[in-house]
């Protein structure tokens, strides 16, 4: 049996990459170069129960996003229910982290979301991860958007760098003035 205190918690899991059962994984530790360990396996509190998931592989989508695939998983179903879970690793193969905390659900709130293209958006101030496609409630110019946690590119220093589409601020901008 799995205990709490043999795991770190390292980041939490958005949602599935494609059709071959991979699934985004943010996290601030750089775990990609981990699995050539081939007992390395992840854990997630199912029922209160901690599971391990045993990992086929491992690569690198940015600096704060990994895509996992385990084993037994060839599709995105698969994996989709781990979505908006805290993700755990064997304490052992994890020095303490320095600096920033792993990122994990709720510890989101506070950071600051930054554009590429349009700059500064405002702060997470809530986050809503109740299906598979977990969103960021964001204070942007006094208004309450929502901004897909798939949108994110990089994390670092609770900052979060996303690439809005065109448009995206537009629709929250038309709704606020028709209210008015």
Do not use: W
């Amino acid at each position: 049996m799995i205990k709490e205190e043999d795991l770190r918690k390292i980041g939490i899991f958005a949602k599935p990459h494609g059709a071959k059962g991979e699934i985004s994984l943010l996290t601030n530790y750089d775990i990609a170069d981990l699995s050539t360990n081939a007992d390395l396996f992840m854990a997630c509190n199912i029922d209160e129960i901690y599971v391990p998931f045993f990992i086929e592989s491992l690569r690198k989508k940015s600096a704060s996003n990994i895509l996992v695939k385990f084993e037994n998983s060839g599709t995105a179903d698969d994996v989709k229910f781990l979505s908006g879970k805290s993700a755990f690793i064997s304490a052992e193969l994890l020095p303490p982290p320095d600096g920033d905390l792993p990122l994990q659900g709720e510890a989101m709130i506070g950071y600051t979301i930054v554009d590429d293209r349009f700059g500064l958006i405002g702060t997470v101030i809530d986050m809503d991860n109740s299906s598979p496609n977990i969103l960021l409630k964001v204070d942007y110019k006094g208004i309450d958007i929502l901004v897909p946690l798939s949108l994110v590119t990089s994390i670092q220093h609770q900052t979060m760098n996303t690439s809005l589409p065109d448009g995206f601020l537009e629709l929250y901008t038309i709704t606020d003035e028709k209210a008015e």
